[in-house]
């Protein structure tokens, strides 16, 4: 069940005055919700519409659920992180309904059904990674064999993790100083776009260990920017 503090994903259904009316779909099933606008975004807000418009995908934060069942939501409490995880999982649910579709045609909802019944459709699946039987008592040994090579052969896909960020030097040696920040992270790989201006991507074909391995190069090149009096920011992607 959806709690205070919980990221969803909402599909905004129409504007009126000062609130924003949305739709959430959480584990197959329906709810409504609204964003005043001091929820949409930090500062003064002229036009609502430069942030949300109707059939737009957004991801907003639960800030209490009223009595009636409704859900009052924050979007500007979301940060680019939280908005790409919960992006990211939504495709990923999307990626397995059509291999799911693909597999079993018309009785692809009652199974799905079946698999939300105590976990979200993503949490079943990476648990069935672990224990195959869990997707054979579902939908029967032949299906579950068909499914699970097709994942298999997803899970070969690479995954790629990219960030911006930016790295300067005023010191007379500052060029040999960047370099020497850069030299030798292995794994990744670093462009030079203008300005000061980097480019650092990373892929895997698990996301969890792409994302590791980003924080950590991002850790020293941080590190290494203070030893050597460099400014250096980081930018969500």
Known sequence: MIEQGDLVLCTVERIENTIVFVKLLVDGKEFDGSIV??????????????????????????????????????????????????????????????????????????????????????????????????????????????ILAILNVQKRKKMILKKDMSLKSDAPDGVERIKKILSGLESVDIKYIAGGKYSIKTESEDIKKADNKLREIVMIIEKRAKENKADFSIGEK
């Open 37 to 146: 606008t001091s929820e949409i975004a930090p500062g003064r807000i002229r036009n609502l519409r430069d942030y949300v418009v109707p059939k737009k995908k957004i991801v907003c934060k639960v800030l209490r659920i009223s009595e009636r069942g409704n859900f009052e939501l924050s979007l500007r409490r979301v940060t680019p992180k939280e908005r790409k995880e919960v992006m990211d999982m939504e495709g990923q649910e999307r990626a397995y309904i059509s291999i799911l579709k693909k597999i079993l045609g018309d009785k692809t909802g009652e199974a799905i059904e079946k698999m939300r019944s105590e976990e979200s459709l993503v949490n079943f699946f990476q648990s069935v990674k672990e224990d195959k039987k869990k997707l054979e008592k579902i939908v029967g040994k032949e299906e579950a064999g068909k």
